[in-house]
């Protein structure tokens, strides 16, 4: 889909282009997913729908947001 990988690559491999604000925010976005899998709800995707699971998710992240 046209996206390009994020992570610096290794000594022995070839370098990617990969600026500095690209690698924070993803590791912003990997803190967040670790912080919402301690909800049980978004860690075993209790919900049945995709709608209900969105719910849930967003739900953890507006009190995720207002407890930082």
Same mark, same amino acid.
């Given at each position: 889909?046209?996206?390009?990988?994020?992570?610096p690559?290794?000594?022995?491999?070839?370098?990617?282009?990969?600026?500095?604000w690209? *690698?924070?925010?993803?590791?912003?976005?990997?803190?967040?997913?670790?912080?919402?899998?301690?909800?049980?709800?978004?860690?075993?995707? *209790?919900?049945?729908?995709?709608?209900?699971?969105?719910?849930?998710?967003?739900?953890?992240?507006?009190?995720?947001?207002?407890?930082?």
């Open positions: 889909m046209g996206s390009r990988p994020a992570i690559p290794l000594r022995h491999e070839a370098p990617v282009a990969c600026p500095n690209i *690698y924070n925010n993803r590791t912003r976005v990997e803190r967040l997913w670790a912080r919402l899998k301690e909800w049980r709800a978004v860690a075993t995707r *209790y919900e049945k729908t995709a709608v209900s699971f969105l719910g849930v998710l967003c739900l953890a992240a507006v009190l995720d947001w207002l407890k930082h």
